[in-house]
T-cell receptor, first 117, second 111 residues
Framework: GAVVSQHPSWVICKSGTSVKIECRSLDFQATTMFWYRQFPKQSLMLMAT?????????EQGVEKDKFLINHASLTLSTLTVTSAHPEDSSFYIC?????????????FGPGTRLLVL | GIQVEQSPPDLILQEGANSTLRCNFSDSVNNLQWFHQNPWGQLINLFYIPSGTKQNGRLSATTVATERYSLLYISSSQTTDSGVYFCAVPRRGRRDDKIIFGKGTRLHILP
């Protein structure tokens, strides 16, 4: 149980295009999902918290118009990197919290590697 | 906010060796998790251990909440144990669904 998927697993795009990343909880309902960014050999940095049916909350320094988050259902959150530039190249990871487990445990997707040329 | 420090930052061991990874945190927490990030980037939940000791096969973890540290033990290391080990705690210590990660311990097991 507690499986989280992400799609795509990797994407290469030209500068200026938009890229959408999907995060799905496959076997549980997630009222809250989280989006992280990880640069090579660094730790995970929280970008935003996605709440089903409401607006996402963004961490300080994260541009909400740049990184659009939609949490349309209890099993799906999407992150859209708009007008991507080379500095947006990174490893993006989502997680979902399984409230039914009674624990504050987050389960992570396999990540999406984005390379912007 | 709460600070999380992990040590050592890097560890290279021969297959079969044992290791101890440490996570120190600067304030009281009611939740601590250990993760293994494999070489492909997937984070795998190892332990949810706000206090006490747990064991799962060759891995075990102990959190001493009053002294603000947690230890992850890996016995009889295998090459598949390679990767980065992170600990994570609630960003504000308690009642916070946002977690903050330490910088991790990068473990490399040699065959």
């Amino acid at each position: 149980g507690a499986v989280v998927s992400q799609h795509p697993s990797w994407v290469i795009c030209k500068s200026g295009t938009s890229v959408k990343i999907e995060c799905r909880s496959l076997d549980f309902q997630a009222t809250t999902m989280f989006w992280y960014r990880q640069f090579p050999k660094q730790s995970l940095m929280l970008m935003a918290t996605s709440n089903e049916g409401s607006k996402a909350t963004y961490e300080q320094g994260v541009e909400k118009d740049k990184f659009l988050i939609n949490h349309a259902s209890l099993t799906l959150s999407t992150l859209t990197v708009t007008s991507a530039h080379p500095e947006d190249s990174s490893f993006y990871i989502c997680s979902a919290r399984n409230r039914a487990s009674g624990r504050e445990t987050q389960y992570f997707g396999p990540g999406t590697r984005l390379l912007v040329l | 906010g709460i600070q999380v420090e992990q040590s050592p930052p890097d560890l290279i061991l021969q297959e079969g060796a044992n290791s101890t990874l440490r996570c120190n945190f600067s304030d009281s927490v009611n939740n601590l998790q250990w993760f293994h990030q494999n070489p492909w980037g997937q984070l795998i939940n190892l332990f949810y251990i706000p206090s006490g000791t747990k064991q799962n096969g060759r891995l075990s973890a102990t959190t001493v909440a009053t002294e603000r540290y947690s230890l992850l033990y890996i016995s009889s290391s295998q090459t598949t144990d390679s990767g980065v080990y992170f600990c994570a705690v609630p960003r504000r210590g308690r009642r916070d669904d946002k977690i903050i990660f330490g910088k991790g311990t990068r473990l490399h097991i040699l065959p």
